[in-house]
């Protein structure tokens, strides 16, 4: 998916290209089903993740690619809506939910 290396830069936002293959969400980001996200994480990863909790109506306000406080508010809200483990970190069971 994105060639090049994950560079945060404070204030650039990143567009979200949302499209569904083989029956899954994605945005044009990564394509990890695995990656371990949590607070202090900067990588293209965590630009997935905030396009797919955006498109869901879980506001995190800048897609920036820095997994802060409002990443892990938001991921801890679907987290609860859906029924999983409430404790802020992306990992496998969480993308599975995101991605649907």
Not at 37 to 42: F, G, M, R
């Amino acid at each position: 998916m994105a060639a090049e290396e994950f560079t945060f830069e404070p204030g650039r936002t990143h567009p979200c290209d949302i499209h569904r293959f083989e029956g899954r969400l994605y945005a044009g980001h990564s394509d990890t089903t695995e990656a371990l996200l949590q607070q202090i994480s900067t990588t293209w990863d965590v630009v997935e993740a905030q396009c797919l909790l955006e498109h869901r109506g879980y506001r995190i306000g800048s897609v920036d690619g820095a997994y802060g406080a409002a990443t892990e508010r938001a991921v801890k809200r679907l987290q609860d809506k859906e029924g999983l483990v409430v404790d802020g970190i992306m990992g496998p069971h969480t993308w599975e939910v995101l991605r649907r």
